[in-house]
């Protein structure tokens, strides 16, 4: 059995002010622990972030071990470049529930990027989030290559 965490990242619509939030986070544990049964998967560590905008982020990385497995529900979740900055720093592997593949966050980081490059034509409604997020200059411009 394989060791790996499960470390779940929610979208910003769950803050846990709605008596909905913790329906929802237990659907995502649900999933993930279903998944770790079909997949001979052991879960440890299990940690998650409510919210992109949580300014304590370290507490949740202090959780995961270097060169460590972690399942997420979607990759489209992991978006923040700090978020993503601090799974680097870890060098973990993304294991994607949805569709089951192993992915980098180096390399989602650096697929994002080339998005963002396009955002305020393709993505009008998000440059307003990519820019509180920094990915996005005021002007629009991509603030990290």
């Not at 060791?3 to 929610?10: E, I, W």
């Not at 409510?50 to 460590?68: G, I, P, V």
């Not at 799974?87 to 989602?108: A, N, Q, S």
Request: a positive charge.
């Amino acid at each position: 059995m394989k060791n790996v965490t499960f470390f779940t990242l929610l979208p910003e619509s769950i803050k846990g002010k709605s008596m909905e939030a913790d329906k929802e986070f237990l659907l995502y544990v649900t999933r993930a622990f279903n998944f770790a049964d079909k997949n001979n998967l052991n879960l440890q560590n299990s940690c998650g972030v409510t919210t992109f905008e949580n300014s304590s982020l370290d507490k949740y990385f202090s959780k995961l071990k270097r060169r460590s497995t972690v399942l997420i529900i979607s990759p489209a979740l992991v978006a923040n470049p700090s978020i993503l900055n601090n799974f680097i720093k870890k060098d973990v592997t993304f294991r994607v529930i949805e569709g089951d593949y192993l992915m980098k966050p180096k390399l989602l980081k650096e697929l994002w990027l080339e998005e963002a490059k396009t955002a305020t034509i393709n993505f009008p409604d998000a440059v307003d989030y990519l820019i509180k997020t920094e990915v996005l200059t005021s002007e629009g411009k991509v603030r990290q290559a």
